[in-house]
């Protein structure tokens, strides 16, 4: 096929874009906004505090951008405030400009020395090293158009907020009366037994339905076999794939790839290695001389320490990496423990997990994966310089047909329904466009998972529609048979359990109960239904309840209820995240009353056509 020459950048749409943007940036310039009577660069006041206007830009562009990754998608201002984002990035910044007037009236700042230590131990702005990162930092700053100044007297509020905060809620704890009547209800225990029905257990085996019993049970649930609403979607699409003929990969290129990536398919051996690191080389010492005399484990040290073990996981590591610990965790020629050793942190103990061999692969080997990776590469460089050329015809009026006919896009039609995914449906991308698509819209290029690209055209819309039985006859059989056993199976259940509130024995039926003592409210039993548990606990003694399963009947008959042990060890541990947990509710309702009643008396002034400014932007 003959490729289309490239057009010029300053197309039609290029200009109009750019045209758009100016005025963008004439009507907001770094958030100030015009026309209101002069520049203004505050949205309003609260007490002696301004909010300005590129305070409430930034908050407000962060929690967009946080709701669209939440989403997957793009999300316009318009979505944005029917979630109510605007007003909660509003009441946030008021409520910190309440605070930050009540730290200023009574006096709470922090010192440059505690900003320097909570700016240094922000992660953003740390180097490979661990270490704060000067560039970094203002490299950070730049990108969200904040001045280190400005920033810093950030992170002095929010010190300031805290200070304020804890004095406010230091008092919060949880009255034993609160905290005891739950532990009680959490620890409580139940002896319960479980007996499970299947279709064994049936008098007869369930057949199979003939013609006439299917096709009634097809139309009663004919909802089941029913393709949703979808669209019959005309596309023209291309990927690196299709390319395969048009590109080229020259063996040199390859040859050069390989040797600038010859540590990747060269790697030395390795070890799996997890470090856990002490105060002091005694500390360390002690810690390796319990573990060899089997007084403790290396688990057991990390909880010691409030670790996990994902806290103390290097991954895998070579001699090298290792520095000075790196002979002795490479002499083990099993997994292992070994230390104390020196490291930057300071002294070590290490645990070697596993070998990994050292993996050589030469050119050869690697030359498939180099060429994928090479072909995809152009590929995707091709289509990126053919997007100009894309984008210029739709906006020329060309149509999806057009478009395939006029360029190396291929053209297709697919009946398009939630849950297809055969074909171009097979890509996520794909399927959210087809989604949202509706009559009227106009084409947009959109891009593929692979680095293809597709654009979309509705054809008709496609109203729901039965399957035919002869196509889903395997699955009403099969949800036949399952709704016959259960019937049957809930039957015999009435039966089994009336005997076992009598306490009598069911004739004819083998039963295998199976007993659970000291259940608590939040266990789970293996292979039941989660819920059996809950139904259990809402029992008294000798009561049974029959609980449906998948294909089963379980039927459940509580023995005895134990009141909670509160000497147990794990009790005492719930009984200390209960008071945890209820303290620090308690202590934010503190802060909200504390809050609220200091807004109260706060006087607030905002300007709502900036705010609407701002918006617009968006």
Same mark, same amino acid.
């Given at each position: 096929?003959?490729?289309?020459?490239?057009?010029?950048?300053?197309?039609?749409?290029?200009?109009?874009?750019?045209?758009?943007?100016?005025?963008?940036?004439?009507?907001?310039?770094?958030?100030?906004?015009?026309?209101?009577?002069?520049?203004?660069?505050?949205?309003?006041?609260?007490?002696?505090?301004?909010?300005?206007?590129?305070?409430?830009?930034?908050?407000?562009?962060?929690?967009?951008?946080?709701?669209?990754?939440?989403?997957?998608?793009?999300?316009?201002?318009?979505? #944005?405030?029917?979630?109510?984002?605007?007003?909660?990035?509003?009441?946030?910044?008021?409520?910190?400009?309440?605070?930050?007037?009540?730290?200023?009236?009574?006096?709470?700042?922090?010192?440059?020395?505690?900003?320097?230590?909570?700016?240094?131990?922000?992660?953003?702005?740390?180097?490979?090293?661990?270490?704060?990162?000067?560039?970094?930092?203002?490299?950070?700053?730049?990108?969200?158009?904040?001045?280190?100044?400005?920033?810093?007297?950030?992170?002095?509020?929010?010190?300031?907020?805290?200070?304020?905060?804890?004095?406010?809620?230091?008092?919060?704890?949880?009255?034993?009366?609160?905290?005891?009547?739950?532990?009680?209800?959490?620890?409580?225990?139940?002896?319960?037994?479980?007996?499970?029905?299947?279709?064994?257990?049936?008098?007869?085996?369930?057949?199979?339905?003939?013609?006439?019993?299917?096709?009634?049970?097809?139309?009663?649930?004919?909802?089941?076999?029913?393709?949703?609403?979808?669209?019959?979607?005309?596309?023209?699409?291309?990927?690196?794939?299709?390319?395969?003929?048009?590109?080229?990969?020259?063996?040199?290129?390859?040859?050069?790839?390989?040797?600038?990536?010859?540590?990747?398919?060269?790697?030395?051996?390795?070890?799996?290695?997890?470090?856990?690191?002490?105060?002091?080389?005694?500390? #360390?010492?002690?810690?390796?001389?319990?573990?060899?005399?089997?007084?403790?484990?290396?688990?057991?040290?990390?909880?010691?320490?409030?670790?996990?073990?994902?806290?103390?996981?290097?991954?895998?590591?070579?001699?090298?990496?290792?520095?000075?610990?790196?002979?002795?965790?490479?002499?083990?020629?099993?997994?292992?423990?070994?230390?104390?050793?020196?490291?930057?942190?300071?002294?070590?103990?290490?645990?070697?997990?596993?070998?990994?061999?050292?993996?050589?692969?030469?050119?050869?080997?690697?030359?498939?994966?180099?060429?994928?990776?090479?072909?995809?590469?152009?590929?995707?460089?091709?289509?990126?310089?053919?997007?100009?050329?894309?984008?210029?015809?739709?906006?020329?009026?060309?149509?999806?047909?057009?478009?395939?006919?006029?360029?190396?896009?291929?053209?297709?039609?697919?009946?398009?329904?939630?849950?297809?995914?055969?074909?171009?449906?097979?890509?996520?991308?794909?399927?959210?466009?087809?989604?949202?698509?509706?009559?009227?819209?106009?084409?947009?290029?959109?891009?593929?998972?692979?680095?293809?690209?597709?654009?979309?055209?509705?054809?008709?819309?496609?109203?729901?529609?039965?399957?035919?039985?002869?196509?889903?006859?395997?699955?009403?059989?099969?949800?036949?048979?399952?709704?016959?056993?259960?019937?049957?199976?809930?039957?015999?259940?009435?039966?089994?359990?009336?005997?076992?509130?009598?306490?009598?024995?069911?004739?004819?039926?083998?039963?295998?109960?199976?007993?659970?003592?000291?259940?608590?409210?939040?266990?789970?039993?293996?292979?039941?239904?989660?819920?059996?548990?809950?139904?259990?606990?809402?029992?008294?003694?000798?009561?049974?309840?029959?609980?449906?399963?998948?294909?089963?009947?379980?039927?459940?008959?509580?023995?005895?209820?134990?009141?909670?042990?509160?000497?147990?060890?794990?009790?005492?541990?719930?009984?200390?995240?209960?008071?945890?947990?209820?303290?620090?509710?308690?202590?934010?309702?503190?802060?909200?009353?504390?809050?609220?009643?200091?807004?109260?008396?706060?006087?607030?002034?905002?300007?709502?056509?900036?705010?609407?400014?701002?918006?617009?932007?968006?």
């Amino acid at each position: 096929m003959t490729k289309t020459p490239k057009k010029t950048k300053w197309s039609a749409k290029n200009i109009a874009a750019g045209f758009l943007m100016a005025l963008l940036a004439l009507s907001l310039l770094g958030f100030g906004v015009e026309g209101f009577g002069g520049r203004t660069n505050t949205i309003g006041t609260v007490g002696d505090r301004k909010i300005t206007t590129n305070e409430y830009g930034r908050a407000l562009q962060s929690e967009l951008r946080a709701l669209q990754s939440q989403f997957g998608q793009a999300i316009t201002m318009e979505q #944005a405030r029917l979630f109510g984002l605007d007003q909660m990035v509003l009441e946030q910044l008021v409520t910190g400009a309440v605070l930050d007037n009540e730290t200023a009236r009574l006096g709470i700042s922090a010192g440059d020395t505690v900003i320097q230590r909570e700016i240094t131990a922000i992660s953003a702005f740390q180097g490979l090293d661990g270490r704060f990162d000067r560039e970094a930092y203002r490299f950070a700053l730049r990108n969200i158009d904040m001045t280190e100044r400005d920033f810093e007297e950030s992170i002095r509020e929010d010190v300031a907020r805290t200070i304020l905060q804890r004095a406010v809620t230091s008092g919060a704890a949880a009255p034993d009366s609160l905290v005891t009547p739950l532990l009680e209800f959490q620890s409580q225990t139940r002896d319960m037994s479980v007996i499970t029905l299947t279709a064994e257990n049936l008098p007869e085996p369930v057949g199979q339905p003939d013609a006439a019993t299917l096709e009634a049970f097809y139309q009663a649930h004919i909802e089941r076999y029913t393709l949703p609403e979808g669209k019959r979607i005309r596309y023209a699409w291309i990927t690196p794939d299709m390319m395969v003929d048009e590109i080229e990969v020259d063996d040199a290129v390859l040859r050069q790839a390989y040797e600038a990536r010859l540590r990747e398919f060269s790697q030395p051996e390795r070890r799996l290695v997890e470090r856990l690191v002490f105060a002091d080389q005694d500390s #360390a010492a002690e810690a390796m001389a319990r573990i060899t005399s089997g007084q403790t484990s290396f688990e057991q040290l990390v909880a010691e320490r409030g670790l996990d073990l994902d806290d103390t996981d290097m991954g895998d590591v070579t001699r090298a990496q290792l520095g000075a610990a790196g002979d002795m965790v490479f002499d083990l020629t099993s997994p292992g423990i070994v230390g104390p050793a020196e490291t930057t942190l300071g002294p070590a103990i290490f645990r070697m997990n596993a070998i990994l061999a050292a993996q050589e692969t030469s050119f050869e080997e690697a030359r498939e994966q180099l060429r994928e990776e090479q072909f995809t590469d152009l590929a995707r460089r091709a289509l990126n310089d053919d997007l100009d050329l894309f984008e210029d015809l739709i906006a020329g009026g060309a149509t999806v047909t057009e478009l395939a006919q006029e360029t190396r896009m291929e053209l297709g039609e697919i009946d398009w329904r939630p849950g297809e995914s055969s074909g171009i449906a097979a890509y996520e991308a794909f399927r959210r466009a087809a989604q949202s698509l509706q009559a009227g819209d106009f084409p947009e290029i959109n891009p593929l998972e692979d680095g293809g690209l597709f654009v979309l055209e509705l054809v008709d819309t496609l109203p729901a529609a039965p399957r035919p039985l002869d196509e889903v006859r395997f699955q009403v059989i099969s949800e036949w048979r399952n709704a016959q056993v259960l019937d049957g199976l809930s039957e015999l259940a009435a039966r089994v359990a009336q005997d076992l509130r009598d306490g009598t024995e069911s004739a004819g039926i083998a039963l295998a109960p199976i007993r659970f003592d000291g259940l608590r409210r939040m266990d789970i039993m293996p292979d039941l239904p989660r819920d059996l548990v809950a139904a259990g606990f809402a029992l008294h003694p000798g009561e049974v309840e029959t609980i449906d399963g998948t294909g089963r009947v379980h039927l459940v008959q509580l023995h005895d209820i134990h009141s909670a042990d509160l000497m147990l060890d794990d009790v005492a541990m719930l009984r200390d995240a209960l008071e945890e947990q209820l303290a620090q509710s308690i202590a934010q309702d503190l802060f909200g009353y504390f809050s609220a009643s200091l807004r109260e008396e706060t006087p607030i002034q905002l300007d709502q056509q900036v705010i609407n400014a701002i918006q617009a932007g968006f």
